[in-house]
Nanobody, 117 residues
Framework: QVQLVESGGGLVQPGGSLRLACVASSSIFSSSVMYWYRQPPGKQREFVATITTNGSTNHADSVKGRFTISKDNAKNTVYLQMNSLKPEDTAVYYC???????????WGQGTQVTVSI
């Protein structure tokens, strides 16, 4: 059974930092493009960042220069380092995997990030 398990969310003050982690099943990690999405309160889920199988990355304009996606293949883990957090970054953050060859998509259960004084 494929699993994606996020961790690292919490409450942080504006300007602070958090690092999210997503551990994926070993059966899919090396064959998947990995993503972070987020869903702010009352809004639709939106793209945050992605990292390909060879390590190429892309970030949404709203987080460029503040957030960084990375991965550790030995740990089947993708990270999202979030710096200079703003209240508008408050959201549930989701990890997503897309198998390159078959196109199967998997989602994690989400982790809450709240940026507030």
């Amino acid at each position: 059974q494929v699993q994606l398990v996020e961790s690292g969310g919490g409450l942080v003050q504006p300007g602070g930092s958090l690092r999210l982690a997503c551990v994926a099943s070993s059966s899919i990690f090396s064959s998947s493009v990995m993503y972070w999405y987020r869903q702010p309160p009352g809004k639709q889920r939106e793209f945050v960042a992605t990292i390909t199988t060879n390590g190429s990355t892309n970030h949404a304009d709203s987080v460029k220069g503040r957030f960084t996606i990375s991965k550790d293949n030995a740990k089947n883990t993708v990270y999202l380092q979030m710096n200079s957090l703003k209240p508008e970054d408050t959201a549930v953050y989701y990890c997503r995997a897309r198998l390159v060859l078959r196109g199967n998509i998997y989602w994690g259960q989400g982790t809450q990030v709240t940026v507030s004084i």
